[in-house]
């Protein structure tokens, strides 16, 4: 048994009290994920106080539409897609655009082996760098797992733009990790 | 060569993804304060509501049943009237009574013909008597005499055709002595009816049970739960008074219902 969960035996015993609305679950939720997802909205939104908003408005929509979680996937997952939901709604508001400039796929020589060996800050360091458009790309892609056809429905682009912003992500990192190694 | 470096960098980005989903950041202590705040703001608005809610479906539900019991009490007279369930017994004609007076010719009319065909035979009065005991076997239905008269009877392809007055008692199946019914075309002589046979001859109708105000909204209510088009202006029957108690139970319900929703308005 996790001892994170206590007084609550199991995840659906949590997941049920806090459909009811008792704050104590909904503390033991926060504490568990706040972190992890604390991770998530900085990687969209930089440091700042937008992550923090984006944080305490994703745990505002988590409470409040508990009761549509239907067990189907795991909790974290779940979680996880309304704090990525709330970071791009918050990137729309703030006037950034994903379709912008590309429209052709850059053609990448190989990855640094030492993109291999990156520690996880070091990871973070140099996504947080990439621009606005192309870092939400290369996030939802390449950390969330999500296809091209999801993000080009996400973010109202075309298919051929995600996969284009995607390589040009994928160049600049590579560009950045050489500036890095010199 | 470009294949293999997309599939290197997939395999980078797994990498990568193993590491930053597992990473946690420090989260500033405030911001669960902020939620709890929210969240006891948002119950806070929601649990008036809810007993506000109650409070008014409960007052509306008692305003209804007094409109509708004041009326019913007020009107109780108007629910039956005898009086004028007498008159129209006088004036209609009756559906078991003599039904036309033009004479020329009497016909016989097979079992198997439709009620149609009744209809449409001219110059041919029907007279139906419906019998369920001898003693009124005994007096049929009166006639005027010296007429012919055709006694049609419900035994299968046997018609008896009479010349005169008179009647046949047949022996029949146990199954039709309960029961019998006697269909008889007669040629009337109009000249020779008076009229005290003809008020003679009526039997009255059965008195159209009309049922209660309670009756007939729950049988609305029933058509409203099965899909039916609900009709409300069946309730009103022709009462004007009905039709005003409806009309302010009605108002008084939606002022209630916008009074509601315009306080609790977020």
């Known amino acids: 048994m996790n001892k994170n969960l206590l007084p609550f035996h199991n995840e659906e ?50 409470f409040g539409k508990i009761d549509n979680f239907q067990g189907q996937g795991s909790f974290e997952g779940w979680i996880r897609k309304i ?39 070091d990871i973070q360091n140099l996504i947080l760098e990439l621009p606005p458009g192309y870092r939400t790309i290369f996030n939802l892609y390449a950390i969330e797992g999500y296809s091209h056809v999801e993000i080009a429905d996400m973010l109202q682009i075309s298919e051929g733009t995600s996969k284009s912003q995607l390589s040009r992500a994928r160049q600049i990192l590579q560009n950045k990790l050489k500036e890095l190694q010199a | 060569m470009k294949k293999s470096s997309i599939d290197n960098w997939n395999s980078i980005e797994k990498k990568w993804q193993e590491k930053l989903t597992s990473h946690e950041e420090e989260v500033p202590a405030a911001i669960w304060d902020q939620i709890e705040k929210k ?23 008692l305003l209804i049943s007094f409109g509708l019991g004041w009326w019913q009490l007020s009107n109780t007279d108007a629910l039956i009237d005898h009086s004028n369930i007498a008159n129209q017994i006088s004036t209609q004609a009756p559906k078991s009574g003599v039904e036309s007076t033009l004479p020329e010719q009497a016909e016989v009319v097979g079992l198997g ?6 209809d449409s035979a001219p110059k041919v009065a029907r007279v139906s008597h419906h019998s369920s005991s001898k003693e009124s076997q005994d007096s049929p239905a009166p006639v005027a005499s010296n007429m012919p008269v055709i006694i049609e009877s419900n035994t299968p392809n046997n018609p008896v055709i009479l010349a ?37 001859s009526y039997v009255p109708e059965p008195s159209k049970k009309r049922h209660s105000l309670f009756a007939r909204v729950v049988k609305q209510l029933k ?22 108690s409806i009309h302010q139970v009605a108002n008084t319900y939606i002022k209630t219902e916008q009074v509601v929703q315009r306080t609790f308005q977020f």
Request: hydrophobic share 35%.
């Open chain 1, 13 to 62: 015993e949590l997941i049920e009290a806090c459909q009811k609305q008792d704050r104590r679950a909904q503390h033991i939720v926060y504490q568990i994920n706040a972190g992890k997802m604390m991770a998530v909205c900085k990687r969209y939104l930089g440091v700042g106080p937008d992550a923090e908003d984006a944080l305490m408005e994703g745990f505002m929509k988590v």
């Open chain 1, 83 to 121: 704090m990525v939901n709330e970071s791009l709604m918050k990137l729309r508001k703030s006037a950034n655009r994903f379709d912008q400039d590309i429209d052709e796929t850059y053609d990448l020589g190989h990855p640094e082996d030492a993109f291999m060996h990156l520690g996880v800050e």
């Open chain 2, 39 to 61: 969240l006891d703001e948002k119950k806070g608005r929601a649990i008036p509501f809810i007993i506000n809610r109650k409070q008014w479906s409960w007052a509306a539900i």
């Open chain 2, 113 to 118: 013909e439709t009620s149609e065909s009744y």
């Open chain 2, 223 to 244: 058509h409203a739960i099965d899909g039916d088009p609900v009709d409300w202006q069946t309730l009103k029957q022709g009462d004007p008074k009905l039709e005003n």
């Open chain 2, 164 to 200: 005169d007055n008179r009647t046949i008692e047949k022996e029949k199946p146990a199954s039709l002595v309960k029961e019998e019914s006697i269909e008889m075309l007669i040629d009337i002589q109009p000249s020779q009816a008076s009229n005290s046979e003809k008020e003679n």
